[in-house]
Structures are given as structure tokens and as C-alpha cells.
């Protein structure tokens, strides 16, 4: 299992693309895999035959964990050429650690991998390549999964002990610590008489719960969820994606303090700026222009006034990102993909325009790779491409603050001459994170991106 990403500590094997038999090519996709970070294709490190898939579809497993074994081409001819060996042929074990490396091919354990401990030439063999027990490590750095799951059952970490890379803890060695737990408060204790007298005493008391220590404001968690499903229901098994979703969303919610406001902008300029050049800028690029480039670069020299709001929580300190990269919600068919403007204050707003849109595209192609959704620094949604005119979004943690546009409707307003107008109004909406941000510099915020976008009508705004 490759590292697709600085943090990711496990992945998902969604799809294999082959099966045991099939010749593959170098570089050749062999399986889809999901992570915390990005779902993205495995590229086969060498060509030959698959010998065997080692890890089932939808099963999750430490970075460096063996999932394939391939019989090289050039294993394959020495196979040929050797003389008759024994009627079982020896299996070479390497002890070898997962690559560091870009290439999420070069880090698939594989026979073919020209390194010490590989099966001898003209042996017939396959070289399995296994990963050593790693040592424990005494680092307190857990994936959102794990951090979720001992919130959800009372664990105290420090207990549980990591048998992923470098001693990291997994997803399963939680599980399997609630699992012991339970069967040590559920066994009965010794007794020291023969079973029938036991039978006829009195009944033992029922077994304390387990205890919950470590982790705050946690609380153990119910044996089962009351939901039931009856006849005509329609049971929806909860996929990697979904899963990866829902433990991001618990993640913010759990440890970022959400409050949340709510301002009104008169975009009427904003609205014939676009009509007006719209056609154009479709006749040159090849594409619309939307609303979207004019929220982001609103958003962006607002960051530079109050760059508070570009900032993150890390514990005892707060960290303001010097890079405004901006993060996009993209929602496709299945899940919601969360892909990354760098440096958005960089470009104009027909540049941004562009850059929406081909991560846009290449969301819902599921193209996106792990540099597309890492580094963003604020997020912009625009909930009102759906038709909604109020929302309350979720963080994207750890960021600080999430910022949701929404629709665009015809409204009557009073002006300053008490005249009434229809006027096109939206209002945005931000999620913050009260541990960092307080009302007075969100609304300051708010106000200025409203300025801004109040201010880009025909003849007084660049596209370029």
C-alpha cells in the first residue's frame, strides 16, 4: 500500500482493476484505491503476472502492507531456463520497508523488485515481499478514523498498541482493543467450585461496563444504533467514500466550536457585469464565465485585510498561512470532492474562472490528485448553484472558517430614499471557528467581501 500523501497513514482497496493471472505492463493501473486524502489509481512498478491479490475489495490496511504478489518477466524466464528443482518451490522472504516515495507504484510490494532477499535466479519461485513488525513509537499523531472511533467508545490511546508503520495506530487495532475490552467485562470470574454447584448458586452480579478514560467528553458507545430496518426498507451499505465523509464531518463538528453569520449583498451590478460579458468570454475560452471567480477573488483580498481568517488551530498555538489557497466544494453524483486553488490571490479573475474550472471537471471524472485537495487554507462553497438561499456549512478542518454563497433571487428593497427596487440579492454565509475567531473581526470580514462584491459592475472591474 503506497503513501498517497504526507499524512495518510492507510488506504481503502475500493477496486482491483486485475486479477490473478493477468499479464500487466509497467505503469499499467491495477487497483483504485481511498484514502482520508484522495481516492487515486495504483500504476503497476513492473511488468509480468499477477501471482495473487492479497487484500480483499473494501478493506483497509496500513501504508507498506503487502496487497499484491506479481512474478516479474525476468523471473519469469529464469524460471524457464533453471533446472527441475523440488516439486514445491521455495518462497524467498524479504524483510523490506514500505518506499518513500511520489509514485504510487513504487511503494506496491512486489516480486519484482530488484532487492536484497528476492528469490534466487532459476529458483521458480516468487519472492513475498512482508513488512517487519515496526516498533512502537511513542507519537500521539492519530488519523481522524482512529480519533473518532476511541471518542465514540471511551479508549485511551496510550493503551492501545500500533501495529501500523512505525508503530502508528490503526483503525483495526481500536477495534480489536473495544473487542478485548468487552470480552473481559462481559467473561464471568473464576470459580473455584465444580460447574453444578455453581449453577445452583445465586446468579452473578451483572459485569461493570468498561471504563472510560482518556479521552474527554467521550462516552461509550451503545452496543447497536436503535435504527431497524423493515419490510420495503432499503439498506444502504456505507462505502469507503461515504465513510471518509461522514469522519471528517464528525472530526470538525467534535473538536472545532461552529458558530456561525449571516450578511445580505446587493449584487445587482455584479449580475449585468456578467451578462454583459459573458458571450465573449465563452466566443475566447470555450467555457462560461460564473459567478464563482468573482466570490473567490472577493474572498481573497478580503483574507489580506483580515488574514486571521486564513489561519489554523495547532493546539497551544494558531498558525496564519502565508499562501491564500482556496478550497472549492465540488459535489458530484456519490460524495463531495473538496480540491484546491493555490495561491488564489494570484490570479485574475478569468484565471480563476479556469482553474474552478478543470478541477471541477476533473472531480467528477474522479481525477483529482493528492496535491489537487492538500493545502487549502479557506474554503468558498456556492450552495447557491443548488437553489439554497441559507446554510450552516461545516468546516473544513482544520481551517478556520468555511464561506457559503448562496442564491441569487430578484428582491424588493427600500433604498436610501425610502424608493423600493428589485434588486438581485445573495446572501453569504460563514461557519467559523470560535476557538480562533470572534464575532466582531468575522463581521469585519464579512463587510469586506461584501464591499467587493457590491463594488464589480460593468466598466469598473478587470477580467484579466
Known amino acids: 500500500m503506497p503513501q498517497l500523501g504526507e499524512s495518510v497513514t492507510e488506504g481503502t482497496i475500493h477496486r482491483w482493476l486485475v486479477a490473478p493471472g493477468d499479464l500487466v505492463k509497467r505503469y499499467q493501473p491495477i487497483a483504485e484505491v481511498i484514502t ?3 481516492n487515486a489509481e495504483i500504476p503497476c ?48 522472504v524479504a524483510e523490506t520497508a514500505p518506499a518513500e516515495t511520489g509514485s504510487a507504484g513504487a511503494a506496491v510490494a512486489s516480486a519484482g523488485a530488484a532487492s536484497a532477499g528476492t528469490a534466487a535466479p532459476g529458483s521458480g519461485g516468487t519472492a513475498t515481499a512482508v513488512i517487519a513488525p515496526p516498533p512502537r513509537t511513542a507519537g500521539g ?38 473487542e478485548a475490552q468487552r470480552a473481559s467485562a462481559s467473561a464471568p470470574p473464576a470459580q473455584a467450585v465444580a460447574p453444578a454447584a455453581a449453577a445452583a448458586s445465586a446468579p452473578a452480579p451483572e459485569p461493570p461496563s468498561a471504563p472510560v478514560t482518556g479521552v474527554p467528553f467521550a462516552a461509550p458507545a451503545p452496543a447497536g444504533y436503535p435504527v431497524r430496518s423493515g419490510p420495503g426498507d432499503r439498506v444502504i451499505p456505507v462505502d469507503p467514500v461515504r465513510r471518509r465523509i461522514a469522519n471528517k464531518m464528525v472530526q470538525s463538528k467534535h473538536e472545532a466550536p461552529h458558530a456561525w453569520t449571516m450578511m ?101 471524472a474522479g481525477k483529482l490528485t493528492v496535491d489537487d485537495v492538500s493545502g487549502g487554507t479557506f474554503t468558498v462553497n456556492n450552495t447557491g448553484a443548488f437553489g439554497s438561499f441559507l446554510s450552516a456549512p461545516i468546516i473544513n478542518y482544520p481551517q478556520a472558517a468555511i464561506l457559503s454563497f448562496e442564491a441569487i433571487t430578484k428582491t424588493p428593497v427600500v433604498l436610501e430614499n ?39 459592475g460593468p466598466g469598473n472591474v478587470s477580467l484579466y
Open 36 to 38: 482520508d486524502k484522495v
Open 45 to 92: 512498478p513492473v511488468a509480468g503476472r499477477i501471482i495473487s491479490l492479497d487484500v480483499p475489495e473494501g478493506s483497509t490496511v496500513p501504508v507498506g502492507t503487502r496487497i499484491a504478489t506479481i512474478l516479474t518477466e525476468e523471473e519469469a524466464a529464469h524460471a524457464g531456463s533453471a533446472p527441475a528443482g523440488p516439486s514445491a518451490p521455495a518462497e524467498a
Open 141 to 178: 499523531r492519530y488519523s481522524p478514523a482512529v480519533v473518532r472511533l476511541a471518542q465514540e467508545h471511551g479508549v485511551d490511546l496510550s493503551r492501545v498498541h500500533g501495529t501500523g508503520l512505525g508503530g502508528r495506530i490503526t483503525r483495526k487495532d481500536v477495534e480489536a482493543y473495544i
Open 264 to 364: 445580505r449583498v446587493d449584487v445587482t451590478d455584479l449580475v449585468r457585469l456578467r451578462e454583459q460579458v459573458n458571450p465573449e468570454f465563452r466566443r475566447q475560452h470555450g467555457l462560461s464565465l460564473s459567478y464563482m471567480p468573482f466570490f473567490i477573488k472577493a474572498v481573497v483580498e478580503s483574507l489580506k485585510e483580515y488574514p486571521i481568517l486564513n489561519s489554523q488551530w495547532a493546539g497551544d498555538h494558531i498558525v496564519v498561512k502565508q499562501e491564500i489557497n482556496i478550497s472549492i466544494a465540488v459535489a458530484t453524483e456519490e460524495a463531495l470532492a473538496v480540491p484546491v486553488i493555490k495561491n488564489a490571490d494570484r490570479l485574475s479573475i478569468a484565471g480563476l474562472n479556469l482553474a474552478v474550472a478543470d478541477l471541477v471537471a476533473r472531480a467528477r
Open 418 to 456: 425610502d424608493a423600493i427596487a428589485i434588486r438581485s440579492i445573495m446572501n453569504i454565509c460563514l461557519s467559523l471557528d470560535h476557538r480562533i475567531l470572534d464575532g466582531l473581526v468575522c463581521a469585519r470580514f464579512l463587510q469586506a467581501v461584501k464591499r467587493r462584491l457590491e463594488s464589480y
